[in-house]
């Protein structure tokens, strides 16, 4: 993906490219985003299990598209010190995580969840296996996946009965 690229494909100058984005990044991480849809984050009504389904619904979604493919090549194929994969981790990756984040927090105030769970390696067990699956291709991300793992996870997170309290 070059700017020259994008720029004859939009049908129109570099120079109009460079007014609206800094560099081929930018414009790459402009298209995953684009059109994010709404009430999928930690902002969203309703339950929080429920929302954060949704937000990972629509990560495996957005990664379907042929945006969402061409940027997993360009991940897999980048240097971790790369803009590009700076860039994805910032407003990707990072911003994924905070609203996780925020919905977990949620969840735990709901009591949806346990609250001594650790949240880093919750948000880890929820979000590596959609990037292990993005980057190695191995089987689909889709939601059935996604279904299947958050219900997977949250045999761990939930509150446990009182029989339950020696496990683990």
Do not use: C
């Amino acid at each position: 993906m070059t700017m020259e690229g994008v720029a004859a494909r939009a049908g129109v100058g570099k120079p109009t490219v460079y007014r609206w984005w800094p560099d081929r990044h930018a414009v790459a991480m402009a298209a995953l985003m684009e059109g994010e849809p709404p009430g999928t984050g930690a902002g969203a009504s309703g339950p929080a299990i429920l929302a954060l389904r949704r937000q990972m619904r629509a990560i495996a979604e957005r990664f379907a598209t042929p945006t969402g493919r061409h940027v997993a090549t360009m991940i897999a194929a980048s240097d971790l010190e790369t803009e590009f994969s700076k860039a994805f981790r910032n407003h990707f990756v990072l911003a994924r995580r905070a609203e996780g984040r925020a919905l977990l927090e949620r969840a735990v105030r709901d009591g949806e969840i346990r609250p001594d769970i650790d949240l880093e390696v919750a948000l880890d067990l929820l979000y590596g296996p959609l990037v292990f699956r993005l980057l190695l291709g191995h089987a689909p991300l889709d939601a059935s996946f996604t279904d299947r793992l958050l219900n997977h996870v949250l045999r761990g997170l939930r509150p446990r009965k009182p029989a339950d309290r020696s496990i683990g």
